[in-house]
């Protein structure tokens, strides 16, 4: 997906975060910028981590990733080590519903003219075992397993049970909406007989979240021509014992 042609569009490498080797050691290394050390990337050999590198290569933990965006955008934008609290803005998915009004209201919680720092993420659990869309939820108290994400896995149970409902549901605004949305964009299948599985849905969603992110900030640069934006798009996976990691799916930085 583009940006138009006005607009100068600079998109990082497909995976600009993952610049050492997996198994280096970089406990050693300081960043240039914060003066904090570079903390090591770890990969062990269990059936979570195969799960992982083999469907989401090269995703870093949580912390790691966010770090390493700071890392990547401190030379291009200038950006400040830290920039302050967030403005939340997700939906049920990770989706971008908060339309033109809560984007233009999320502008309003920052400098006028930026840069402006996008995490727009879907999610998905592997658990201890390798199994996709499992996870358990030790940090919340419970002790079985469930589902992440959840509203992406009811939206897999209707479509491979025939019971597909796109009817909207003012009780159920959120989940009514997510389901015609990504059908929408996407032309994801819902074919009882090539029913998607939920890495397949966790996917069309990340491409739609990605979609609706770019829509918005491209309409909002042809109204402010000095702006700077930096969107990060991609797949937040939760882990055992309660650990997360980002799959970068993409970044771009639009000035």
């Given at each position: 997906m583009g940006y138009s042609a006005s607009r100068a569009a600079?998109?990082?490498?497909?995976?600009?975060?993952?610049?050492?080797?997996?198994?280096?050691?970089r406990s050693d290394t300081i960043c240039p910028h914060c003066n904090q050390p570079i903390k090591e990337i770890k990969y062990s050999d269990d059936a979570f981590h195969t799960s992982l590198q083999k469907l989401f290569l090269g995703a870093l933990g949580l912390e790691e990733f966010v770090f390493e965006t700071k890392q990547t955008l401190a030379p291009k934008e200038e950006v400040e080590v830290m920039w302050g609290r967030a403005f939340i803005c997700g939906s049920l998915?990770?989706?971008?519903?908060?339309?033109?009004?809560?984007?233009?209201?999320?502008?309003?919680?920052?400098?006028?003219?930026?840069?402006?720092i996008y995490y727009c993420f879907t999610h998905i659990g592997i658990d201890h075992e390798g199994i996709i869309g499992s996870v358990y939820r030790a940090r919340s108290g419970m002790e079985e397993k469930?589902?992440?994400?959840g509203a992406l896995a009811?939206?897999?149970?209707?479509?491979?049970?025939?019971?597909?409902?796109l009817n909207f549901d003012e009780d159920d605004i959120e989940m009514s909406t997510l389901k015609k949305h990504i059908i929408n964009k996407t032309g994801l299948s819902t074919d009882v007989?090539?029913?998607?599985?939920?890495?397949?849905?966790?996917?069309?969603?990340?491409?739609t979240i990605t979609f609706d992110l770019e829509k918005h900030v491209r309409?909002?640069?042809?109204?402010?021509?000095?702006?700077?934006?930096?969107?990060?798009?991609?797949?937040?996976?939760?882990g055992p014992d309660g650990s997360d990691y980002c799959w970068l799916g993409k970044a771009s930085l639009l000035i």
């Open positions: 600079t998109s990082f490498p497909s995976n600009p975060l993952a610049r050492s080797s997996p198994n280096k050691s998915g990770g989706m971008l519903f908060c339309g033109k009004t809560g984007f233009s209201a999320a502008h309003h919680h920052a400098p006028i003219t930026g840069p402006f469930t589902t992440a994400c009811a939206f897999v149970a209707e479509i491979a049970s025939n019971k597909l409902n007989m090539n029913a998607p599985d939920l890495l397949k849905v966790t996917m069309a969603a990340y491409e309409r909002d640069a042809e109204k402010f021509k000095d702006r700077r934006y930096a969107l990060f798009t991609g797949i937040q996976i939760h």
